[in-house]
């Protein structure tokens, strides 16, 4: 069975978010909407959606503009694994963004560097 993730993350302001994940981190958009985008990159799937297109307060579990006016992306970290994560870092500081934490080798057989989006969710660049 295929299966394929796909994240979706609120964002404050969509044209923002767009550039950084298509300037920083290589996704192009494939589909565009007034308060919504789909991005990819090979086969990562990512939706941005606008914060103001949730209601006030939402009952239950769901979103609501309330449940994200504190930090986003809490205890989340979004990884991307890429085949050249050199490359990778090399378009995001050609792009003139900065990393939050430098390229390394990790114990576990990684290698990665991590970047914060504009609307502070936190994305790990790897490569095995």
Known sequence: M?????FELFVDELDVSIKFY???LGFRVVRREADYASLAREHAILGLASVDKLPAEAEGPGFSR???AGVRGAGVEIVLEVRDVDAALEQ???AGFSVVEPLRERPWGLRDFRVVDPDGYYVRVTTR
């Open 2 to 6: 295929l299966a394929v993730m796909l």
């Open 22 to 24: 298509e300037r920083r």
């Open 66 to 68: 309330a449940r994200l």
């Open 92 to 94: 995001v500081e050609r």
